[in-house]
């Protein structure tokens, strides 16, 4: 099971921090992903990370921006959103799989999703 936090409303510019929490004992075997769906759109991926955490992806779009990362020991992984825009308003949501991938079928488990609103 996967509990997303930490979203909320931002101006521009501002950052925030989101967490995604596991519950189980193989966490750490387990490529985690960040994927968002804005109104109107399709989920579309963000970040991915892969079990040991030596492995990252991003989105063109979030490129330099975001940061992914995870403490196994703590069953989370996390997504630091600096220099937010207008246009990272979404829904987030983590997701956990047997690989990185930036294609929403190759996850198994995700969490509930956590909403993220970026003002101008």
């Known amino acids: 099971q996967l509990q997303a936090s930490g979203g909320g409303l931002v101006q521009a510019g501002g950052s925030l921090r989101l967490s995604c929490a596991a519950s189980?004992?193989?966490?750490?075997?387990?490529?985690m992903g960040w994927f968002r769906q804005a109104p109107g759109k399709e989920r579309e991926y963000v970040s991915a990370?892969?079990?040991?955490?030596?492995?990252?992806y991003y989105a063109d779009s979030v490129k330099g921006r975001f940061t992914i990362s995870r403490d196994n020991a703590e069953k989370t992984v996390y997504l630091q959103m600096n220099s937010l825009k207008p246009e990272d308003t979404a829904l987030y949501y983590c997701?956990?799989?047997?690989?990185?991938?930036?294609?929403?079928?190759?996850?198994?488990?995700w969490g509930q999703g956590t909403l993220v609103t970026v003002s101008s």
């Open positions: 990370i892969s079990w040991s955490g030596g492995s990252t």
């Open positions: 997701a956990a799989g047997a690989h990185m991938s930036i294609y929403r079928a190759q996850y198994d488990y």
């Open positions: 189980g004992r193989t966490f750490s075997s387990y490529a």
